[in-house]
């Protein structure tokens, strides 16, 4: 019979390993490193003011070496942050106000994936002359559809895939979104990437590969 010392340790030790830095992928051992391959769309889920940042950091530093680090954004908190740690080598690609006025007023599936389309094939023409790139989209829940004239999580997750879809068929490159855990956003997106990457609020974080 397990002693009280006994129960309390291993109540901990499940409690460590739910969130670590050695997380569980099909009873096998990752680490970010590994998430990193050619082609791997990635989702990285944190709660609103987590330290997101520090993890893009170790991302970066770990693609840095052979491949270009891309930042999509709408705002330039990230490029900042990345120049303060004292990283400048990155492409910025800014979205328009005009495209962030226009998710607002897609009004059927047929604009939806027009718009997506429309914004996978900028990125596109920005990076045509980079062999490999790590496409960093930061914030998507500022980039995803916002229009509440239909079922707003389908929606989402027809704007994302059709985006994904675009930029990898034409090429060999991470894609990373970088989602705010506000309403359903996040959990709409975890069904159209390859990798989720969940972290928590002390910055810890676990792994989940998807069958797509």
Same mark, same amino acid.
């Given at each position: 019979?397990?002693? @009280?010392? *006994? #129960?309390?340790?291993?109540?901990? &030790? =499940?409690?460590? +390993?739910?969130? %670590?830095?050695?997380?569980? !992928?099909?009873?096998?051992?990752?680490d970010?490193?590994?998430?990193?391959?050619?082609?791997?769309?990635?989702?990285?889920?944190?709660?609103?003011?987590?330290?997101?940042?520090?993890l893009?950091?170790?991302?970066?530093?770990?693609?840095?070496?052979?491949?270009?680090?891309?930042?999509?954004?709408?705002?330039?908190?990230?490029?900042?942050?990345?120049?303060?740690?004292?990283?400048?080598?990155?492409?910025?690609?800014?979205?328009?106000?005009?495209?962030?006025?226009?998710?607002?007023?897609?009004?059927? @599936?047929? *604009? #939806?994936?027009?718009i997506?389309? &429309? =914004?996978?094939t +900028?990125?596109? %023409?920005?990076?045509?002359? !980079?062999?490999?790139?790590v496409?960093?989209?930061?914030?998507?829940?500022?980039?995803?559809?916002?229009?509440?004239?239909?079922?707003?999580?389908?929606?989402?997750?027809?704007?994302?895939?059709?985006?994904?879809?675009?930029i990898?068929f034409?090429?060999?490159t991470?894609?990373?979104?970088?989602?705010?855990?506000?309403?359903?956003?996040?959990?709409?997106?975890?069904?159209?990437?390859?990798?989720v990457?969940?972290?928590?609020?002390?910055?810890?974080?676990?792994i989940?590969?998807?069958?797509?």
């Amino acid at each position: 019979m397990l002693e @009280i010392k *006994e #129960i309390n340790e291993l109540g901990n &030790k =499940l409690l460590s +390993e739910d969130f %670590n830095t050695s997380p569980i !992928i099909n009873s096998a051992t990752y680490d970010l490193s590994q998430i990193l391959v050619d082609k791997n769309s990635i989702l990285i889920a944190r709660p609103v003011g987590s330290g997101k940042l520090e993890l893009i950091l170790k991302l970066i530093n770990l693609a840095k070496n052979d491949r270009k680090i891309v930042i999509v954004s709408t705002n330039y908190r990230l490029e900042n942050f990345l120049k303060d740690n004292k990283f400048v080598d990155f492409l910025p690609i800014h979205i328009s106000q005009k495209y962030v006025e226009d998710r607002f007023n897609v009004r059927n @599936i047929g *604009e #939806i994936i027009k718009i997506s389309k &429309k =914004l996978g094939t +900028e990125i596109i %023409n920005e990076i045509k002359n !980079i062999d490999k790139a790590v496409i960093i989209i930061y914030r998507a829940n500022d980039l995803s559809p916002a229009s509440n004239c239909h079922d707003i999580t389908a929606t989402k997750q027809e704007f994302w895939s059709s985006l994904i879809n675009t930029i990898k068929f034409k090429k060999n490159t991470n894609l990373i979104l970088i989602c705010d855990k506000i309403g359903q956003e996040c959990e709409a997106l975890s069904s159209v990437v390859d990798v989720v990457v969940e972290a928590d609020i002390n910055g810890r974080y676990k792994i989940k590969k998807n069958i797509i």
